[in-house]
């Protein structure tokens, strides 16, 4: 369902406008936008999430149950907790981007614009690589490990959507920078 120009696009190989303009499914492209995002976004709240719980039960409530829980115990409970939160931004997702659809009666020449422009958003781009790039990284680190690919690569994608955030913040301010000492 995805052509060759948007793997091309997608990592990071040059496309002619009038390549990136050849969107043959742009609902599928924008749903697959979509989906990743929830898959982020709950990797991210469910990693984090579950070290602040963690952590205050642990050490500001010292529930029993936690006392003899080691920095593996630790570290297992919070990927399993990741995992299971990214499992659910993805369930979520799909619904929501279909009612949105429906909601707002978007056809397909919006989902064609929603695609198009999601192909030139180089920052976003530059999220989805290294969510997914570091989420592989992880996993495979984990099955090396003996443990599950599901458990590391959520812990993956999550630092890997807070590395790019900050790389292309970083690359803006410097922009912006550029643009102020130019005047």
Same mark, same amino acid.
Not at 82 to 86: C, K, L, P, Q
């Given at each position: 369902?995805?052509?060759?120009?948007? @793997?091309?696009?997608?990592?990071?190989?040059?496309?002619?406008?009038d390549e990136l303009r050849q969107i043959p499914y742009p609902k599928f492209e924008t749903g697959l936008h979509?989906?990743?995002?929830?898959?982020? @976004?709950?990797?991210?709240?469910?990693?984090?999430?579950?070290?602040?719980?963690l952590s205050v039960q642990k050490f500001a409530l010292k529930r029993p149950s936690m006392k003899d829980f080691t920095a593996q115990q630790f570290l297992e409970?919070?990927?399993k907790t990741?995992?299971?939160?990214?499992f659910a931004g993805l369930i979520m997702?799909?619904?929501?981007?279909?009612?949105h659809g429906m909601g707002k009666s978007v056809d397909e020449e919006g989902y064609y614009d929603r695609a198009y422009r999601i192909r030139y958003n180089?920052?976003?781009?530059?999220v989805d690589r290294a969510s997914l790039a570091l989420g592989t990284v992880y996993g495979a680190m984990f099955?090396?490990?003996?443990?599950?690919?599901?458990?590391?690569?959520?812990?993956?994608?999550?630092?890997?959507?807070?590395?790019?955030?900050?790389?292309?913040?970083?690359?803006? @301010?410097?922009?912006?920078?550029?643009?102020?000492? @130019?005047?």
């Open positions: 369902m995805v052509n060759t120009i948007f @793997a091309k696009n997608w990592l990071g190989i040059q496309c002619s406008d979509v989906s990743l995002k929830g898959m982020q @976004a709950g990797a991210v709240v469910g990693y984090f999430g579950s070290r602040l719980t409970k919070s990927c990741s995992r299971n939160f990214m997702s799909i619904p929501m981007f279909l009612a180089v920052c976003q781009l530059n099955v090396v490990k003996s443990r599950s690919f599901l458990l590391g690569f959520p812990k993956g994608v999550c630092w890997g959507t807070i590395l790019a955030a900050a790389y292309n913040n970083f690359n803006k @301010a410097q922009e912006m920078k550029e643009t102020m000492n @130019a005047d």
